[in-house]
Structures are given as structure tokens and as C-alpha cells.
């Protein structure tokens, strides 16, 4: 399992699903229900005078360990994920930030993973974010130089967690969402 650093360097965004029709946040084990149309975004946890911005990257992992990244992606573009938006973070920081199109829950059923990973440094390699089934489809494009990035790749490729620099300034959040027909 992957634990956020002690380093004092929290992220105060958690990430959340909340139903588009009411803007009612999803609680913690509430299963998602089939034809109900939701959103994920960040939603600020406690009150913060000022938010350090990161760089965001949320992917999904299904159940038979397939990842995609969502974000950046949808409503925000590479470049984009750095949040909250620097000129945001001068000021109040938003208390939610929408970070990708509302989707509608489909079959298959069951139960998924969202990973939320921020980091002070954006990772260069998107491609670490994205798998087949239980194992990495394809080598990235080119060596991994990024900490992150390196123990992220690692995971998926057989690699030991020792052979990583270990990173600094990140953290990150898993969220289980579990659907059900009607």
C-alpha cells in the first residue's frame, strides 16, 4: 500500500463525487446508482488561508486493474492541473474545483478505485498512468526520471519500491466508489 509522506506537506483538497442534479456530495461507502449523472472535483477540507498549488493527476482502477488517467483530461488540460489555479491560490481558495465531465453510471456494476496523486512538480510522463489489466500494456516512451514517476512505474512494472528515489511534496488519496443498478 502507498501512504501520502509525513513530511507536513498535506494537499487540503479531498477528492469527492457529488450527483449533478443536486450538487450533493456523495458520502463515504453511498453506493453510486445506474442512471444517476455525477461529477468528481476537489472539495476543500477545512478552512485554509492560502493553498500551495499542485499538480493534479486522478486516474481510475477498475477491477480487473485497468488504469486511465481522467485528469489532466475532460475539463482540464496537461498544463492546466496545477490547482488551485496560481492566481486562485493569491486570494481565498475555492472550496470545490470540477475536475472532470459528469458521467453517467453504466454497466458493468461493482466496485472501482479513483486515485487522486498531487505532486509540487509536474511528471513529465503521462503514460504512467495508463495500463491493461493487471500489467502494463507497454514500456513508457522514454526513461523515467521523475520520482514519482519512476515509483509509479515501477509498481506496474515488477520493479521493487527500493529501486525508487523516494519522491517529496506529493500525496495522494484513494476513493472506492461502488455502483448498483437501480
Avoid at 6 to 21: C, E, K, M
Avoid at 162 to 180: E, F, H, M, N
Wanted: proline share 11%; hydrophobic share 35%.
Amino acid at each position: 500500500s502507498l501512504a501520502t509522506p509525513t513530511d507536513g506537506t498535506r494537499y487540503p483538497y479531498r477528492l469527492g463525487v457529488q450527483r449533478a442534479s443536486t450538487r450533493a456530495r456523495v458520502g463515504e461507502g453511498e453506493p453510486l446508482r445506474s442512471g444517476e449523472v455525477y461529477e468528481v472535483a476537489l472539495q476543500l477540507d477545512g478552512p485554509v488561508e492560502r493553498v500551495a498549488p499542485r499538480y493534479v493527476y486522478v486516474f481510475s482502477l477498475d477491477g480487473n486493474g485497468q488504469t486511465r488517467l481522467l485528469v489532466p483530461g475532460g475539463l482540464i488540460s496537461v498544463g492546466e492541473n496545477l490547482l488551485p489555479a496560481p492566481r486562485e491560490a493569491l486570494w481565498a481558495p475555492p472550496q470545490q474545483i470540477p475536475l472532470c465531465r459528469p458521467f453517467e453510471v453504466t454497466p458493468p456494476y461493482g466496485t472501482d478505485t479513483l486515485v487522486r496523486l498531487t505532486n509540487q512538480t509536474a511528471i513529465p510522463h503521462l503514460d504512467v498512468f495508463e495500463s491493461g489489466p493487471l500489467r502494463r500494456t507497454q514500456a513508457p516512451a522514454s526513461t523515467c526520471q521523475h520520482p514519482l514517476e519512476c515509483l509509479l512505474f515501477g509498481i506496474n512494472a515488477g520493479a521493487t519500491r527500493a529501486d525508487a528515489t523516494p519522491p517529496v511534496g506529493w500525496s495522494i488519496q484513494r476513493l472506492l466508489l461502488r455502483s448498483l443498478a437501480q
